[in-house]
């Protein structure tokens, strides 16, 4: 009997885990879209690095910028919305999800490349910056509001020098 409960379990687990990691965005794809200038003017950019089950949601009164949200089928309140905005100089790729996995998958490849983590202020959430020869990862967690976790993704020019490594911020998800 206990035998049959677990091979139930492991099957649901099995059917629902690729439905929760297609909400996921691996880093690879969070870079490429923040390195393409096209990014915020072309939706296919951003479409072509995600899966199909995210929809794109143009800007709209209600919603003042363009957004690619995933909703699980069933429901109606999405579960992951990821967003390109201007920032000087280039852009900044923001990945808010509910799924606490994504931002593990995203710590573990960010320390596979040997980068470390530097601690950032963040009033009321935890976060953590990483730094790359030309991009830098800021990991928000206890966000308050519906994304409970938020990824900021900047791509560096190469003109210009990432910030000084321990430095300490704030910056606003």
Known sequence: MRAYFTLICLAIAAFLA???????????D???IGADPT???SGKVVTD??????????????????????TPSGTSTPTARLVVRPQ?????????????????????????????PQPVTCPSCEAVRYQGA?????????MKG??????????????????ANGATTTKNP
């Open 134 to 142: 030309d991009f830098d990862v800021t990991l928000y967690s206890m």
């Open 88 to 116: 000087r100089p280039g852009q900044d790729v923001v990945l808010k999800t509910a799924q606490a996995s994504c931002v593990r998958d995203l710590r573990s490849e960010l320390k596979s490349r040997k980068l470390t």
């Open 49 to 70: 690095h995600l899966s199909f089950e995210w929809a794109y949601m143009a800007s709209a009164p209600t919603a003042k910028e363009a957004s690619w949200t995933y």
């Open 18 to 28: 690729p439905a929760a990691h297609a909400q996921c965005v691996a880093l690879t």
């Open 146 to 163: 519906e994304f409970p976790f938020v990824v900021v993704v900047h791509q560096v020019p190469p003109t210009m020098p990432p910030a």
């Open 30 to 32: 969070l870079l490429a």
């Open 39 to 41: 990014a915020q003017s």
